[in-house]
């Protein structure tokens, strides 16, 4: 991870698509997840249609008590802005998922719900349905309805305001995630054992943790935290370790070439496939301290260093 993280770009509709799974876990087998739904041939997307695989299903979570048959959710990342025309576009893509059925009223309007995601309070929005005659109620801590003349029954989820002790999946999507969220997602994520929850909590994670550098870094300090953030970014820390091996292998191999042109090419190559050696795990163990805020020992257990050869790397660092 860079040291500059204001300046790179994170993914967080990944996240938001992970976390909107794991918040619904209960009623997964009921609930079709289509992310990035194409309303038309041409580039025109919803972020996220969830559609209830049979009509009676009660959904446990409180964000799915106003799902329909058919619901399409709409995600504001922390930097983007909720208007009052990102309401009305969020209803024209209702609007046209409705109107784009294979047969005419294939999708009953009395049977689409529309759910629009943002961290932040939406005051101008807000202020501005209600001039125009709706009613803005809070159903449940964060979770807005909005009713009153619409074509469709509509929430907007504040995610910054939802319960601390059933959200935390959304909650952490934030630049200024807390401590006690974090270590309630990653508490919840061990449990997780089916790989696409698993790959869902990674998603969720990966976009937090670019977003909360420093937050992370305190929580990697916690044993029991610092395990759980290794399991579910395992393969982040195979892919710097792997990184780490190639580029030493490389500078290994280069400088045992140089050496070899002058004392003989075997030989020089033995050394430079030793020296790569080196490099590689010297690489990968500076890698993982730097990222991980790890000591030297921890660095070298996490790729299996043996005891005996440790001394000489250390002395390197």
Not at 200 to 215: E, G, I, P, W
Not at 258 to 287: C, Y
């Amino acid at each position: 991870m860079g040291d500059n993280l204001e300046k790179t770009q994170i993914e967080w509709h990944p996240g938001f698509y992970g976390a909107a799974e794991l918040e619904l876990i209960s009623n997964r087998e009921e609930l079709e997840f289509e992310r990035e739904y194409n309303l038309s041939k041409k580039p025109l997307q919803m972020d996220l249609l969830i559609i209830k695989k049979l009509a009676d299903v009660q959904i446990e979570n409180e964000i799915g008590r106003i799902f329909k048959r058919y619901n399409v959710v709409e995600y504001k990342s922390p930097e983007d802005s909720l208007t009052i025309d990102d309401y009305y576009k969020t209803q024209g893509y209702a609007c046209l998922y409705k109107g784009l059925g294979e047969r005419v009223n294939q999708i009953p309007a009395e049977e689409l719900a529309v759910s629009i995601f943002r961290e932040a309070y939406p005051r101008e929005l807000f202020e501005a349905l209600k001039r125009s005659g709706r009613e803005v109620k809070e159903r449940f801590p964060g979770i807005y309805y909005i009713s009153g003349s619409g074509l469709f029954d509509t929430q907007v989820v504040v995610t910054g305001r939802l319960s601390r002790k059933t959200h935390s999946s959304l909650r952490i999507l934030s630049r200024r995630a807390e401590a006690e969220d974090v270590r309630a997602f990653l508490a919840e994520a061990e449990r997780l054992t089916e790989p696409g929850d698993r790959n869902n909590a990674d998603a969720v994670l990966q976009a937090s943790v670019y977003a909360n550098k420093r937050l992370y870094d305190e929580i990697r300090k916690e044993s029991g935290m610092c395990e759980a953030l290794r399991e579910l970014m395992k393969d982040e820390f195979e892919a710097a370790i792997a990184e780490g091996q190639e580029k030493g292998m490389k500078k290994g191999m280069e400088e045992g070439m140089a050496k070899g042109m002058e004392k003989g090419m075997e030989k020089g190559m033995a050394k430079g496939m030793e020296k790569g050696t080196d490099n590689a795990i010297l690489s990968s163990v500076r890698n993982l301290m730097d990222s991980m805020k790890w000591t030297a020992e921890q660095a070298m257990d996490a790729i299996k260093v043996p005891a005996n050869e440790r001394e000489k790397y250390l002395s390197r660092l």
